[in-house]
């Protein structure tokens, strides 16, 4: 079997869409263009990520979802410095020592590192009866806010500060 030059020829001027149409490519033109020239750079081309998360990008987007988007990319903890895949990152923050982190009682931002310091030593909302009588200092509370709260009602009736009107 012989090829047919001439058949050949007319199936290369066929006017064709690009094969990436359908990922936004609106490039059209003859068949032979787009085979020699056209396919090799198209933008619209997918590939799969080579960070190794799995999907196909377009050639176009490629930069910007290794930089920005890609789970498997590496980051750094701004808090800490330590490096990441983005994906774990979330996970991080639930545990790096040097995360923000609000007092449940107080409301103070600190890094999660000092927060159990604080919540031993510092926070006036969790060491004494706090509002129930300013000189109380009565403390510790276990460390569970369902525990401090049942301590802290306990307490309350029990509180001599309060319950024989001493004054500061």
């Known amino acids: 079997i012989h090829p047919d030059i001439a058949v050949r020829r007319e199936i290369d001027r066929l006017p064709v869409l690009c094969e990436n149409y359908e990922n936004g490519c609106d490039w059209t033109g003859k068949l032979k263009n787009h085979e020699h020239d056209h396919k090799a750079i198209c933008e619209y081309k997918t590939m799969r990520c080579p960070l ?18 890609c789970i498997f ?11 990441m895949l983005a994906g774990d990152y979330n ?5 790096c020592p040097n995360a923000p982190y609000a007092c449940g009682h107080c409301h ?32 510790p509370w276990e460390n569970t806010q369902t525990t401090i709260c049942l301590q802290k009602e306990l307490h309350k009736i029990n509180c001599e500060w309060i319950l024989y009107g001493f004054t500061s």
Request: some cysteine; glycine content about 8%.
């Open 73 to 83: 990319r590496k980051v750094h903890c701004p808090h800490c410095r330590s490096q």
């Open 91 to 95: 996970d991080h923050l639930l545990s």
């Open 108 to 139: 103070t931002e600190m890094p999660r590192s000092e927060m159990v310091s604080h919540m031993l030593l510092n926070c006036r909302e969790q060491l004494c009866c706090s509002g129930w009588h300013p000189q109380c200092g009565e403390f």
């Open 52 to 69: 190794g998360c799995g999907k196909r990008i377009p050639l176009g987007k490629l930069r910007k979802h290794e930089q920005d988007e």
